[in-house]
């Protein structure tokens, strides 16, 4: 979804690869994988702006989150979406550090049981991977389910998040 805002980039290499971080003057708009789908998050034109307030703010609690030392962010987000897909990405950001959740409880959540498969779209939009944390939704089965960054990163992250040492297996 593209809008009439001006978004700044900057990157930020990871033990997860080179992430693009995105905003706008009013918050966080994006966090990309390095091998994202161009098409996954829309966004207007963007500029280069490695000293951006918002970007440093959300660089180092990602830095923070990844390093062990972070459970939840502050920095402000700005995503551009669907009023659907915005409804469901606040409820990706209720899930709890270290639990997990399956679709069908986040259609849910938003009063819509029977919109399991268009939550899961709007879950393959979320454009703020890692802070509004999509990694956190798994299959009703407890199988690792699909993540814009690869599986193999959904179950690190996952791993990262898990203070009781509980594996999470890759099928």
């Known amino acids: 979804m593209k809008t009439n ?3 700044v980039y900057k990157f930020m290499p990871t033990v997860l690869g080179k992430l693009k971080l995105i905003a706008s003057d009013d ?3 994006a966090i990309l994988w390095e091998n994202d789908k161009p098409t996954r ?3 207007g034109v963007l500029t280069e702006d490695k000293k951006h307030p918002i970007l440093l703010q959300a660089e180092r609690e990602l830095a ?3 390093d062990g030392n972070r459970k939840t962010f502050s920095v402000k987000f700005d995503p551009a979406g669907t009023p659907f897909q915005s409804k ?3 409820a990706l950001e209720k899930i ?4 997990t959740c399956s679709y069908s409880a986040i259609a849910k959540k938003i009063g819509n049981i029977k919109a399991v498969r268009a939550v899961g779209a709007a879950i393959g939009r979320n454009p703020i991977s890692v802070m509004v944390p999509c990694h956190r939704v798994i299959g009703s089965s407890g199988d690792l389910t699909g993540f814009a960054g690869g599986l193999k990163t959904k179950k690190f992250l996952l ?3 898990n203070e009781d040492g509980r ?3 890759l099928k």
């Open 167 to 169: 594996k999470f297996a």
């Open 88 to 90: 469901v990405w606040k």
């Open 159 to 161: 791993e990262l998040e």
């Open 64 to 66: 923070e989150y990844l």
């Open 96 to 99: 709890p550090f270290g639990e």
């Open 41 to 43: 998050v829309r966004l």
């Open 5 to 7: 805002k001006n978004y």
């Open 27 to 29: 918050g966080l708009a």
